[in-house]
């Protein structure tokens, strides 16, 4: 088959390459859509230390069972489905407390580090066990389905923090989880929405899929304006999705007495804590790793049209060019969001 495969650091090639064998839980897929993520694109140099190379990488995937294992009962080839990212066992004390996202045994879908080696969907076909699949509703595209990964990290995001009917929440960073995490507190009841994003072009993205306000905080007194539009309280809850340490401290100035942080971005891996505001106005933080079983829920509300995923897919594109895709991606190409590529 083909894949894209990271043969070196800053190195992808499109490659012939074995099909992936197929145990007895496990199902083949015939890859129909795949995204690129941004932690692929910030980890193919080496810097994450998780895809070291060989490896296929590519975890936000759709597509068609072609093969299924002998175990497997509940799954028939011609099956539209996507799977999660996260490989988990089913067993160890977390999944069977329904916290798969933090299983003992968590692998995840085109990862290669220290501790295993997951080949992805970067590829015509990916095996995956059959517990992390999911049917795709009738009328929701390949290209849509391959986005429920990042709807799902926005949803458990926004599930991890209290959300009150009419709360205030504030949106650090209109990134492709900032948009999503604006579309799912809207449908959770927030009444008022406000995205912080310095480019502007998102921040008119974030204005059309239900930001109330957006503001760049390279141009506006952000806190300011909050006071003045909460009434001098500030936002009930902020959603913080890029992870440098500027933007946590904003989001912990942002919110309220008694308010909640989330923290769904990390590309810093530590950062300042203001220690002294978090403890004295008594704030909650929430860390939030990818998600944990709310696939159905997110296929739904795409299905639906209660979160949008369209306008955040730039290009469509064959895998055989995904190469010259992940370079602009990683220049940041004006107006680049989400790229999808067919295998």
Not at 259 to 273: D, Q
Request: hydrophobic share 45%.
């Amino acid at each position: 088959m083909k894949a894209l495969v990271l043969t070196a650091y800053d190195q992808l090639e499109y490659l012939d390459v074995p099909e992936p064998s197929v145990g007895p839980q496990d199902v083949l897929v015939q890859v129909k859509a795949c995204g690129i993520c941004g932690s692929d694109v910030h980890g193919m140099d080496g810097s994450t230390g998780r895809r070291i190379p060989p490896i296929i990488m590519g975890h936000e995937a759709a597509g068609i069972i072609v093969r299924t294992g002998s175990s497997v009962s509940e799954w028939r080839e011609g099956d539209r489905v996507t799977f999660d990212s996260t490989v988990s066992c089913g067993h160890c004390r977390f999944c069977s407390q329904g916290a798969i996202n933090l299983c003992e045994r968590r692998r995840v879908l085109g990862v290669s580090c220290q501790e295993f080696r997951q080949d992805g969907a970067y590829a015509e076909y990916v095996a995956v066990p059959q517990n992390i699949l999911y049917r795709l509703p009738d009328g929701l595209s390949f290209e849509h389905a391959a986005m429920v990964e990042p709807v799902s990290v926005a949803v458990h995001a926004v599930r991890r923090v209290p959300v009150g009917l009419d709360d205030t929440a504030v949106v650090v960073g209109a990134g492709m989880i900032g948009l999503l995490a604006v579309q799912v507190l809207r449908a959770a009841g927030c009444g008022r929405v406000f995205a912080i994003e310095v480019d502007p072009r998102r921040r008119d993205l974030a204005l059309r899929l239900g930001a109330s306000e957006a503001f760049s905080p390279e141009d506006t007194d952000v806190l300011s304006v909050l006071r003045h539009r909460t009434e001098g309280r500030g936002a009930d809850l902020a959603i913080e999705a890029v992870g440098i340490p500027a933007t946590v401290a904003l989001a912990v100035a942002a919110v309220r007495k008694g308010g909640s942080v989330g923290l769904v971005g990390n590309l810093a891996a530590k950062t300042e804590l203001p220690l002294q505001a978090v403890v004295t106005r008594e704030l909650t933080l929430y860390g939030s790793c990818a998600s944990s079983g709310e696939y159905p829920a997110c296929l739904g509300l795409m299905a639906r049209g209660a979160v949008h995923v369209d306008p955040l897919v730039s290009a469509v594109v064959p895998l055989a060019e995904a190469a010259g895709w992940f370079e602009r991606l990683r220049r940041r190409d004006e107006g680049l969001l989400k790229v999808i590529v067919r295998p």
